[in-house]
């Protein structure tokens, strides 16, 4: 099973190797970027509202979890939560006034649901 | 062969065999119809188990791939031919049959077809749960046991979900195709990738292997989406690959061998995968062609700026500070809202932090979070506070249901009682 083995390991490599200061360049012109437009306020979106991910983080007394690095590697690793039924979240979405046409929106929405933890 | 080179032979076989079993699943079941899913998966299991067996007798051929999707056409073919399938129109089989003769295996279709199995697995009328069962098991290649596994579930929780699943796809037609309104269904599909890919991530998980796979096959879904030129906005496509690249990154430095977690301040730098930190960064400025911002992009850019840090105390907190306060614009809750307190008390010092905290606490039910106490624990141990540390970590204890949380809470608490 040799030439499989060799087969299976031929994976692609990055296109380019950044060094340090462009990767710290890229880094920082995303920042900017994201900066800039949240502070123009701007967020083009070409779908109507009701189409558009949300993000749950919080609805409503049901904190959900989300995929953020702080409290998952730096403080203490990680954190189950118990939540709800993502159907449910979305309806109570819909009720909420924060996203009437007009506010921000949001594109995507990772939301981590985990069902109850043994 | 030693037995760890076995081993891992092993492991890298399953692992080819779990990602073509995906491929051709998709292209098959362009052929027989979304109605007989399970009976494209009861072909490629076939082809698999005939390829174990004649590869060991004859070796390797010398495009495996090639075996694996002419064996399965064939397969296909004979049961095409005697009608054994749930038909809709006999025209249609019939159509089908002549063109899977003519099939001739290329990139393209295959990562075509996987593309419709996304978003048909990711239908809108099938329940979220069913969604990734459906994807891990018929795009992914995962075993009932594998995913049960990850789900902390049994098997027979998973198999319901995946009947369920199957069945609304029948109820709803559901055809084999990439819709019409693409955004829609895109933004499902990237959800329950992130979701993979978060379970892959998440160090709850027993097997390492299973939880691997999982991070990989989740950045090779996103990699399709990328790839296919029937999705025009991509934008997002790429942030999100762009985050699990960055995460990925820290995998290998943030297991102990004994399966518990290293912090961040403690991981060994030299274990982060340059590589991805590399294409991270790459996927990071294509998602900067169109004017949008997303929370994916925003979690890319705060991952990426620990990736580039040297050391944890050379991060760059009032980078990812900043962008806690972009990502606050587009939704203020107390969850981000606690992973902004950590940037803010590195980078504006820990009473700042101490009284965001003790605010989100008093405008939400954070406080029964174990989380929060463990973050307000560390902050007040900075300050050398250790009364307040110890309240906290116990409270965070009490709150916690988790056993492996649970271990690593314990483990502080031991670190700040004083020896008497």
């Known amino acids: 099973m040799k030439e499989f083995m060799l087969f299976i390991r031929s994976e692609e490599k990055p296109k380019a190797n950044l060094s340090p200061e462009q990767l710290q360049q890229h880094i920082e012109k995303v920042g900017g970027f994201i900066k800039r437009l949240t502070d123009e306020g701007r967020m083009k979106s070409a779908q ?14 049901k904190i959900v979890d989300g995929p953020y690095n702080e409290t998952k590697e730096v403080i203490s690793g990680y954190y189950h939560l118990l939540a709800k039924d993502l159907e449910e979240a979305i309806e109570i979405t819909k009720e909420d006034p924060r996203f009437e046409e007009g506010i921000w929106r949001v594109e995507v929405r990772p939301v981590k649901i985990v069902e109850g933890i043994n | ?34 109605n007989n899913v399970e009976t494209a998966e009861d072909i490629v299991q076939e082809t698999l188990l005939k390829a174990v067996d004649f590869w060991q007798q004859n070796g390797v051929p010398e495009n495996p791939q090639a075996w694996l999707y002419t064996t399965a056409k064939n397969i296909t073919l004979n049961i095409l031919k005697r009608k054994k399938l749930q038909t809709r129109h006999h025209s249609e089989f019939h159509r089908n049959t002549i063109e899977l003769e003519q099939l001739q295996f290329s990139n393209e279709i295959i990562l075509d077809e996987q593309l419709k ?61 990439i819709p019409k309104e693409i955004n829609e269904h895109l933004a499902i599909v990237q959800k329950t990738i992130y979701l993979l890919f978060n379970e892959g991530y998440s160090p709850t998980q027993k097997n390492e292997l299973i939880r691997l796979d999982l991070c990989l096959e989740a950045m090779r879904l996103a990699k399709i989406l990328i790839t296919n030129e029937s999705i025009e906005e991509k934008t997002n496509c790429y942030a999100l690959l762009a985050l699990m690249q960055f995460n990925a990154s820290r995998f290998k430095a ?22 991805l930190i590399n294409s991270g960064t790459l996927n990071l400025n294509q998602a900067m062609k169109s004017n949008q911002i ?37 939704e203020d809750s107390p969850t981000i809202r606690l992973n902004r307190a950590v940037a803010l008390s590195k980078a504006k010092g820990n009473k700042k932090a101490i009284a965001e905290l003790k605010s989100i606490e008093l405008n939400s039910d954070i406080g029964e979070h174990p989380m929060f106490h463990a973050t307000l624990a560390e902050f007040f141990k900075e300050e050398h506070k250790f009364v307040k540390t110890i309240e906290h970590l116990k409270k965070a204890i009490s709150l916690t249901k988790n056993k492996r949380d649970l271990k690593l809470l314990e483990k502080k608490l031991i670190a700040v009682v004083p020896i008497s």
């Open chain 2, 294 to 330: 997303s929370i994916y992009l925003i979690l890319a850019t705060i991952s990426a700026n620990h990736c580039i840090a040297k050391s944890f105390g050379d991060t760059n907190w009032s980078a990812i500070l900043s962008l806690y306060d972009n990502l606050l614009e587009l």
């Open chain 1, 48 to 61: 109507p509202l009701e189409m558009e991910g949300r993000i749950l983080s919080y609805q409503n007394g």
């Open chain 2, 117 to 177: 199995m996304m978003f048909t697995c990711c239908h809108p009328s099938i329940s979220e749960n069913s969604q990734i069962a459906l994807i891990l098991k018929i795009l992914c290649g995962f075993s009932i046991s594998e995913i049960a596994n990850a789900f902390f579930t049994s098997n027979e929780t998973i198999n319901k979900r995946l009947v369920r699943g199957r069945k609304q796809l029948r109820d709803n037609k559901v055809s084999f195709e």
């Open chain 2, 1 to 34: 062969m030693n037995k760890s080179n076995k081993k891992y032979s092993r492991e890298l076989a399953e692992h080819f065999f779990r990602t073509e079993y995906g491929k051709i699943v998709s292209v098959i079941t362009r052929y027989i119809g979304v």
């Open chain 2, 254 to 275: 943030r297991l102990n061998t004994d399966n518990s977690i290293v912090e961040m301040k403690n991981q060994d730098r030299i274990k982060w995968d340059k590589d």
